[in-house]
């Protein structure tokens, strides 16, 4: 029956049918169809798989605007579908449409697309592998660290190299980061470091306050990734490989006396990695970032952030909060005394809060 025939040859019974009528209007049976080769065969068929082959390639020549499209905020694939069939009448439908867009996605290593909007994100993070400063005068080797930071709709990469992880370096290079691509995304995702994060955790991670005081000045959001979840910063460790193939290999010889002169010799290997044509896209960094990126980005606050050191002191019996950095007292209204207040220091003046209200401001001393 054609029911166990379909079954058997994995068809539907409707599309056998189509292929004995087919052999029907050309005089085919079985006996002539054994003298004929495959190639014969498919001939039969040819007409049809040439109108398949120029409708599906219409939708195809479509694709690679569509990924372009998908990353800006709002665009969706049944937005895409939906335009795509006022122009093109009677052809795929949704989930068609949905499939081949993903084999097409998945042929050209473009996954990510779907998972990046626009301005949404910036990820960060230091490289494992380190750059090297030698003395002029003694020949020592001083290791120092490499952060690498990524936009996530178009892959613009900043790198900069710093004297350490610690908190003040690690907030500087974000500041320079949002200098570097003259705009602000609406969070920034950096991993569970020290220097960022006080306390990891999967949904509600601690943030440490000198990195929650540069956030509120640029009016983004921390979104730290979360632990053991390595799909977090997927992208910022693609970029971090990079960064040792376009960046650490071209420098690998040459030496370096200063920060400076280092930093100098990375911006022109970063200009060129952001600028050179990525392989799937046929569009540079720089060019992505142009078209689909920069105007999403909210603009820069006009006084760069300036990092304030954080801490938590009691005031003591004379209403004077103590600095050991400063070998100084600071005062405060009496009325505060023995309160726990929060100081905010720069290398100019000393904060102090009291339930999140400023209660005094000093000039910095004693330095």
């Known amino acids: 029956s054609l029911r166990k025939t379909a079954q058997a040859l994995s068809v ?175 969070a920034i995702v950096p991993d569970c470091l020290k220097s960022g994060i006080t306390k990891g955790h999967r949904y509600e991670p601690d943030i440490n306050p000198e990195y929650q005081d540069f956030a509120q000045h640029y009016e983004t959001t921390i979104l730290a990734a979360r632990p053991y979840k390595p799909r977090d910063k997927a992208l910022v460790e693609g970029a971090v490989r990079i960064v040792y193939q376009r960046i650490f290999a071209p420098l690998r010889n040459r030496v370096f006396h200063s920060l400076e002169q280092l930093n100098a010799a990375i911006r022109i290997e970063l200009e060129k990695l952001n600028n050179r044509p990525m392989k799937h896209y046929g569009k540079s960094r720089r060019e992505m970032f142009n078209e689909i990126e920069k105007d999403y980005l909210s603009a820069l606050p006009v006084d760069p952030y300036q990092f304030r050191e954080y801490r938590k002191l009691k005031v003591q019996f004379n209403y004077h909060v103590y600095l050991n950095s400063d070998k100084h007292y600071y005062s405060v209204p009496h009325h505060y005394r023995d309160r726990q207040v929060e100081l905010f220091i720069t290398p100019k003046t000393v904060e102090i809060f009291y339930n999140n209200e400023r209660i005094a401001l000093h000039t910095r001393d004693g330095r």
Not at 149 to 175: M, N, T, W
């Open 12 to 186: 539907s019974r409707p599309v056998l049918t189509e292929y004995l009528t087919r052999c029907e209007e050309k005089g085919i049976n079985y006996e002539t169809a054994q003298q004929m080769t495959d190639e014969q065969l498919t001939g039969i068929f040819e007409s049809n798989v040439k109108q398949e082959t120029t409708q599906y390639q219409m939708l195809r020549n479509e694709f690679p605007e569509y990924s372009q499209q998908l990353l800006r905020p709002g665009v969706t694939r049944q937005l895409l579908w939906e335009e795509y069939c006022r122009e093109h009448k009677g052809t795929y439908s949704y989930s068609q449409f949905c499939y081949h867009f993903q084999k097409w996605s998945k042929s050209k290593e473009l996954s990510m697309v779907m998972e990046h909007k626009a301005g949404d994100k910036l990820y960060v993070d230091f490289t494992g592998k380190k750059l090297h400063l030698v003395d002029r005068q003694t020949g020592e080797i001083t290791p120092v660290e490499v952060f690498v930071a990524v936009l996530g709709a178009s892959k613009l990469i900043y790198a900069e190299a710093l004297r350490s992880q610690k908190k003040p370096d690690f907030i500087h290079a974000q500041v320079n980061t949002l200098e570097y691509i003259g705009g602000v995304p609406k």
